[in-house]
């Protein structure tokens, strides 16, 4: 059982708390992206139970009418083990997700992941169009051509700060990932026909998107993490698309302290809502 703090962040350990929170947030106007937490796996072993876990997943789903999508870790279903490991799980859950309906959003980790990822994102969106959806951080140098490079490629884009600790010669200085971010949205507003998410918490983030679609008219929706501006999160549902990062599973410490050590704020925000 998780500790309450924990909680704040983690729907359960199990694939049945993360539908009941999926359904609960669906009730209150926001979709859920379900995360089974696990990653830099170096056995095929649990790169394969965990792909196995997703379709499991992606078959609970079916028949359901929960607003719900997956978001998933390239070092968990094998990219740690062997690049052809981790194309072969991710179209099998892929092509799964298909036919469930069901949106799939690659998530980014180290830069020593970007390029596996960027190519397999945009080799699954040429065959599948918009069923998927990758995610890009304004924390590394490289995101300007990244982001020029999916212009035209179809599905979605994540645009985040970025938690990873990356060397110095290939990230953006602390103090400028905040403007990084602002010139990064205006870059995918502009040159994307394709779909943008705006993952932060950052109410200026949130109000430059909104000047941003009034100028490009490109769509765009809010991501933002489970226990963190809940009560923002609810009031922007009636006037925006909004999606909730739904994390589970039973290796759910590492994922909890590396929240709370990214951003003091979150357990700022955490801790308020459970003494209010």
Request: net charge negative; hydrophobic share 40%.
């Amino acid at each position: 059982m998780l500790p309450p703090l924990a909680s704040r962040f983690v729907a359960g350990e199990t694939e049945a708390t993360a539908l009941e929170r999926a359904r609960r947030l669906n009730e209150r106007g926001i979709g859920a992206i379900l995360n089974r937490l696990g990653e830099h796996y170096d056995r095929s072993e649990p790169a394969d139970a965990d792909a196995n876990a997703y379709l499991t997943l992606l078959g609970d789903l079916e028949g359901t009418d929960l607003r719900a999508c997956l978001s998933i870790k390239p070092s968990q279903i094998g990219l740690g083990v062997d690049a052809s490991l981790f194309r072969a799980n991710l179209d099998r859950i892929v092509e799964r997700a298909r036919e469930t309906d069901v949106f799939v959003w690659l998530d980014m980790e180290d830069h020593t992941t970007t390029d596996a990822t960027l190519d397999a994102y945009e080799a699954l969106a040429e065959e599948y169009g918009g069923g998927v959806g990758v995610c890009l951080q304004a924390n590394l140098q490289r995101t300007p051509d990244d982001i020029a490079r999916l212009a035209d490629c179809p599905g979605k884009v994540r645009l985040v700060k970025g938690a990873y600790d990356e060397p110095a010669d290939l990230a953006v200085p602390a103090d400028r990932v905040d403007d990084a971010y602002r010139t990064l949205l205006e870059q995918s507003f502009a040159e994307r026909d394709g779909g943008i998410a705006v993952g932060s918490h950052d109410p200026a983030m949130l109000d430059a998107a909104d000047r941003l679609h009034a100028e490009y008219d490109t769509p765009y929706e809010i991501q933002m993490l489970m226990g963190v501006r809940e009560d923002a999160q609810e009031r922007l549902a009636a006037d925006h698309e909004v999606w909730q990062y739904v994390p589970y599973g039973s290796k759910w410490p590492s994922y909890f302290y590396r929240r709370v050590a990214e951003r003091r704020s979150n357990l700022y925000f955490a801790l308020r809502a459970i003494v209010n």
